[in-house]
């Protein structure tokens, strides 16, 4: 159901860090894509570990998908702004991610799955997220969830913005997911032309901006269409008030950092190298992933 609800007030804004443009790469069975978050971020931006950007109406772009492949260690959550992808894995699950709609997963302990496009012409396009797990819940059961568009928590502000609220809060506003540790807020904003936003941040969280249509305008820093902002982390600041001159679109994103050791190698995040060494066996063995 949406509403409209009055802004929180921010008292101070955060400033912008820096801009990042991102890096042309392609993933799966040669999906092309623009990742965003990259590895050499990931103890700046803790608990985040990766953040992809997809969008293509040339169907060679994207068609054939991502095939069976294994994660341990974090969570995926992928964000469908157009298209339909077809999600199954090791641990039964199976859902068909539409337009608007959000898939969460929590690979834990292991889990391989495929994520096929359901369509062979149009446009595709979205976002996949990736979310450390602590140390504690690297091993836990993997879980996943599907939700539609019209099952995710929205709002409209006084100001005409349009904000649904994928994980985490804003404005009184609970979201999809919620999760303890890392306090993840995930929002996805639309800002007519002359319109603010503002979002209480906690002092210690880590944020970024990504802005996906338009431009926008962080304490009088212009952050351009296809650029991450990473926000700045002042002891003063409580909150990022963001302004736009032309319509926009954008992902708002914040969390609590872990602040333990990440060793990544592909699809495995551990705190260890032998806990890395660890997922390669046991993925050569056979014995990474839930049986169906």
């Given amino acids: 159901m949406t509403t409209t609800l009055a802004p929180h007030t921010v008292l101070q804004t955060r400033t912008v860090e820096r801009l990042v443009a991102g890096q042309a790469t392609s993933d799966g069975a040669g999906v092309k894509l623009t990742r965003v978050l990259?590895?050499?971020?990931?103890?700046?931006?803790?608990?985040?570990?990766?953040?992809?950007?997809?969008?293509?109406?040339?169907p060679d772009d994207y068609i054939a998908g991502f095939p069976d492949h294994p994660h341990r260690g974090f969570e995926t959550i992928t964000y469908m702004i157009a298209g339909r992808?077809?999600?199954?894995?090791?641990?039964?699950?199976?859902?068909?991610?539409?337009?608007?709609?959000?898939?969460?997963?929590?690979?834990?302990?292991?889990?391989?799955?495929?994520?096929?496009?359901?369509?062979?012409?149009g446009v595709m396009e979205g976002f996949q997220l990736w979310l450390n797990l602590p140390k504690r819940d690297k091993m836990k059961t993997p879980w996943?969830?599907?939700?539609?568009?019209?099952?995710?928590?929205?709002?409209?502000?006084?100001?005409?913005?349009?904000?649904?609220?994928?994980?985490?809060?804003?404005?009184?506003?609970?979201?999809?997911?919620?999760?303890?540790?890392?306090?993840?807020?995930?929002l996805d904003l639309h800002l007519p032309a002359g319109s603010r936003f503002e979002q209480k941040l906690p002092a210690g969280h880590n944020a970024l901006v990504y802005v996906y249509r338009g431009e926008v305008s962080i304490a009088d820093k212009v952050v351009p269409l296809q650029r991450m902002a990473i926000l700045?982390?002042?002891?003063?600041?409580?909150?990022?008030?963001?302004?736009?001159?032309?319509?926009?679109?954008?992902?708002?994103?914040?969390?609590?950092?872990?602040?333990?050791?990440?060793?990544?190698?592909?699809?495995?995040?551990?705190?260890?190298?032998?806990?890395?060494?660890?997922?390669?066996?046991?993925?050569?063995?056979?014995?990474?992933?839930?049986?169906?």
Avoid at 93 to 112: R, S
Avoid at 247 to 275: C, H, T, W
Wanted: no cysteine.
């Fill in 144 to 186: 996943y969830r599907d939700f539609k568009n019209a099952d995710l928590p929205k709002f409209v502000t006084v100001d005409g913005v349009a904000v649904t609220v994928i994980a985490g809060e804003s404005q009184g506003q609970g979201g999809a997911v919620t999760r303890d540790i890392t306090q993840p807020n995930y």
């Fill in 232 to 292: 700045a982390n002042e002891a003063q600041a409580d909150g990022v008030v963001i302004s736009a001159s032309v319509d926009a679109k954008l992902l708002l994103i914040s969390g609590q950092p872990l602040k333990e050791p990440i060793v990544q190698y592909g699809p495995f995040v551990m705190n260890s190298q032998d806990e890395i060494y660890q997922a390669l066996s046991d993925f050569r063995d056979g014995r990474l992933g839930e049986s169906a």
């Fill in 85 to 121: 992808m077809l999600h199954k894995d090791s641990a039964g699950h199976e859902g068909l991610l539409e337009n608007g709609g959000v898939q969460w997963m929590t690979a834990g302990k292991g889990v391989i799955h495929s994520e096929i496009p359901q369509q062979e012409e």
């Fill in 38 to 58: 990259t590895q050499n971020l990931q103890q700046r931006l803790d608990p985040f570990l990766m953040l992809d950007a997809f969008g293509s109406d040339q």
